[in-house]
């Protein structure tokens, strides 16, 4: 009964913490999208493009032409002819890859403006915070890589055919 007492008196001593409502909601910082999905995503986006790349390198600096990486460089050359699916090339290269970007990126930064003073509109602060987290980091910056090796594959084959 002692040890009953004790806490009941314990229990009516505590003190509640305080917490204003109308500052918690500016401490919560939600992401858009799912970190894990937006990278399991992202590598489906990247999958693709990437294995372009790879076969493009294998045809052109080791000679290989024949086996899985001769078919997809000819695939690709006959959906550029194909006149009703032409559009299919650059959308698998550079869309998918800026969509990647994208989703990564909702889901690693989180944007905050917070209103200070008695009148709450003379000042305001505007923070921008990036979550670390590496396989969306990753997915980032190999998207950005695959996307501006196809513009410049594309600039320097426009710039070849003209002269």
Known sequence: MKDEDE?????????VPEMNP???PKMVKMAI????????LGVWLIVV???????????????????????????MESLEKTPGISFLGPIILV??????????????IHVQVQKFGPQQSKAKEFSVTIKVKLWN???????????????????????????
């Open 7 to 15: 806490f009941l008196k314990q229990m009516e001593n505590l003190q």
């Open 22 to 24: 109308k500052e918690h």
């Open 33 to 40: 999208m799912n970190a894990k999905r937006s990278a399991a």
């Open 49 to 75: 493009p990437c294995y372009f790349l790879l076969c493009v390198f294998m045809y052109y600096f080791f000679h290989i032409h024949t086996g899985w990486f001769g078919a997809m460089f000819r695939l």
């Open 95 to 108: 869309v998918l890859p800026i969509i990647c970007i994208i989703i990564n990126a909702l889901a690693i």
């Open 137 to 163: 980091i990753l997915l980032i910056l190999l998207s950005l890589a695959v996307v501006f090796t196809f513009i410049a594959y594309v600039m320097t084959e426009n710039i070849s055919i003209k002269n």
